[in-house]
């Protein structure tokens, strides 16, 4: 399959080199140099700074869409007129009101379009899906997630703080992950409450982001999200009626990644406990991209889409309607 980047920074370039198999024919970004040396590391790749350039070649068959907030929703517009499947980075919008008529252009066209919640892929939270789909975990209670990272000097200079670009700050960032993650395992929440409050960061959006969520069925997800966790960090616990999962790290400064499963015993008392470890390197990206590859071949269902984007975007912006009070 020929593929096209849309985005060379830091995301675009992770997703450009996950691409395997699949031959990367244009990388574009506003910066040329970054997209020349993107398109250096990709054998055959051409770079360009316009990327309506990359729409107008009927060679590509699928856009990897990278790009800061403001430009996810008008290029996978774009490239679905063009008629292009597409992978567009999370969130996908800036806001739901931005990503609801891509999702009707999407069903209109009959094209894949697939949101970038990778860590779906990572092998830990695959692992630990596949045990509480199972039922091994018995009925869910809650979750309870922690993600963050501490910036960096001059951060609040940066794209990510300034709403018009990024629609918001760290719950629209690494919040929706979690978001993502506890819809997954838990199902549509009914109910959210919460707290956005910007702390550290001279900032016009939130630096830190606490969610209470609550599922139809009474389970319910406690999450924070941190711009202010000074050494990174990701923690996401499932508790069941039987069983607790426990995933820390993602590899790289969040240490290795690891899933921790404790089993009950029928006393009770200390459980059994078994360590599954995955320090090799971080391999979700090109997961995702080899299962949004089978999506567009018919052979798999689409691992977070536009429709999980949607409900994730929806919560976080009924929490930061909050910003500096809860409820």
Same mark, same amino acid.
């Given at each position: 399959?020929?593929?096209?980047?849309?985005?060379?920074?830091?995301?675009?370039?992770?997703?450009?080199?996950?691409?395997?198999?699949?031959?990367?024919?244009?990388?574009?970004?506003?910066?040329?140099?970054?997209?020349?040396?993107?398109?250096?590391?990709?054998?055959?790749?051409?770079?360009?700074?316009?990327?309506?350039?990359?729409?107008?070649?009927?060679?590509?068959?699928?856009?990897?869409?990278?790009?800061?907030?403001?430009?996810?929703?008008?290029?996978?517009?774009?490239?679905?007129?063009?008629?292009?499947?597409?992978?567009?980075?999370?969130?996908?919008?800036?806001?739901?009101?931005?990503?609801?008529?891509?999702?009707?252009?999407?069903?209109?066209?009959?094209?894949?379009?697939?949101?970038?919640?990778?860590?779906?892929?990572?092998?830990?939270?695959?692992?630990?899906?596949?045990?509480?789909?199972?039922?091994?975990?018995?009925?869910?209670?809650?979750?309870?997630?922690?993600?963050?990272?501490?910036?960096?000097? *001059?951060?609040?200079?940066? +794209? $990510?703080?300034?709403?018009?670009?990024?629609?918001?700050?760290? #719950?629209? !960032?690494?919040? @929706?992950?979690?978001?993502?993650?506890?819809?997954?395992?838990?199902?549509?929440?009914?109910?959210?409450?919460?707290?956005?409050?910007?702390?550290?960061?001279?900032?016009?959006?939130?630096?830190?982001?606490?969610?209470?969520?609550?599922?139809?069925?009474?389970?319910?997800?406690?999450?924070?999200?941190?711009?202010?966790?000074?050494?990174?960090?990701?923690?996401?616990?499932?508790?069941?009626?039987?069983?607790?999962?426990?995933?820390?790290?993602?590899?790289?400064?969040?240490?290795?990644?690891?899933?921790?499963?404790?089993?009950?015993?029928?006393?009770?008392?200390?459980?059994?406990?078994?360590?599954?470890?995955?320090? *090799?390197?971080?391999?979700? +990206? $090109?997961?995702?991209?080899?299962?949004?590859?089978?999506?567009? #071949?018919? !052979?798999?269902? @689409?691992?977070?889409?536009?429709?999980?984007?949607?409900?994730?975007?929806?919560?976080?912006?009924?929490?930061?309607?909050?910003?500096?009070?809860?409820?």
């Amino acid at each position: 399959m020929k593929l096209a980047v849309i985005g060379c920074g830091l995301v675009g370039r992770k997703r450009a080199l996950a691409c395997g198999d699949h031959s990367v024919a244009w990388v574009a970004d506003r910066d040329p140099r970054r997209a020349d040396g993107l398109a250096g590391c990709l054998p055959g790749a051409r770079a360009t700074s316009d990327w309506r350039q990359v729409l107008d070649d009927p060679s590509v068959e699928a856009v990897i869409v990278a790009t800061p907030h403001h430009l996810l929703a008008p290029i996978t517009l774009a490239a679905l007129e063009a008629d292009k499947h597409v992978l567009v980075e999370k969130p996908g919008a800036r806001s739901s009101a931005e990503l609801e008529p891509v999702l009707r252009k999407a069903q209109a066209s009959g094209r894949v379009v697939k949101v970038g919640f990778n860590h779906r892929f990572h092998p830990a939270v695959a692992r630990a899906k596949r045990i509480v789909d199972s039922g091994a975990a018995g009925r869910l209670m809650f979750v309870r997630g922690l993600y963050g990272h501490g910036g960096r000097i *001059g951060y609040e200079k940066e +794209w $990510r703080a300034d709403p018009d670009l990024a629609g918001g700050g760290e #719950a629209i !960032d690494q919040g @929706i992950h979690l978001v993502d993650l506890a819809r997954w395992i838990l199902g549509d929440f009914v109910d959210a409450v919460g707290y956005a409050p910007t702390l550290f960061w001279n900032m016009p959006v939130e630096d830190n982001c606490f969610m209470l969520l609550q599922t139809e069925s009474g389970a319910c997800a406690f999450l924070h999200a941190s711009w202010t966790e000074w050494k990174n960090m990701f923690c996401f616990e499932i508790y069941g009626r039987r069983a607790k999962l426990r995933i820390d790290g993602l590899g790289g400064s969040y240490g290795i990644e690891r899933l921790t499963h404790y089993r009950m015993l029928p006393g009770m008392g200390p459980p059994e406990t078994e360590v599954f470890e995955y320090p *090799g390197p971080d391999e979700s +990206w $090109r997961r995702e991209i080899e299962s949004f590859v089978k999506a567009i #071949a018919g !052979d798999g269902n @689409i691992c977070g889409g536009l429709s999980d984007a949607l409900a994730a975007l929806r919560i976080v912006e009924r929490i930061r309607k909050s910003r500096n009070r809860l409820g």
